[in-house]
């Protein structure tokens, strides 16, 4: 089974981004989702997860900036505004069956989770 991110690109700073995941199969809708960044040279930190019951957790750097929506079992969007240089990143999706809010608020490694798409890079300028 593969995730699939979408929609990144080059932003303008103070503008916004929608990116899209798609898992290949519903086999995950009982797990959560969520979407994670890494920056060059920095350790790859929680943007925002959503479990199968709509609970959401939203990393501090973006919170008040970014939702993250699920659409259905098997896919999950994250919309941000006003976004900053320091946005910048590879954005990756990332499916578990329940550890990827606590990725997200720093209690558990981003390397427990269970399954991640390839990235998807956001360059904001």
């Known amino acids: 089974v593969q995730l699939v991110e979408s929609g990144g690109g080059s932003v303008q700073a103070g503008g916004s981004l929608r990116l899209s995941c798609v898992a290949s199969?519903?086999?995950?809708?009982?797990?959560?989702m969520g979407w994670y960044r890494q920056a060059p040279g920095k350790e790859r930190e929680g943007v925002a997860a959503?479990?199968?019951?709509?609970?959401m957790r939203y990393g501090q750097s973006v919170k008040g900036r970014a939702t993250i929506v699920r659409d259905n079992d098997y896919s999950v969007t994250l919309l941000m505004k006003d976004l900053r240089p320091e946005d910048t990143a590879t954005y990756y999706c990332?499916?578990?069956?329940?550890?990827?809010?606590?990725?997200?608020?720093?209690?558990?490694?981003?390397?427990?989770?269970?399954?991640w798409g390839h990235g998807t890079q956001v360059t904001v300028s």
């Open positions: 990332a499916t578990d069956l329940f550890k990827c809010g606590s990725v997200v608020v720093g209690t558990k490694s981003w390397r427990e989770l269970e399954a």
């Open positions: 199969s519903d086999m995950y809708r009982k797990n959560c």
């Open positions: 959503i479990d199968s019951n709509g609970n």
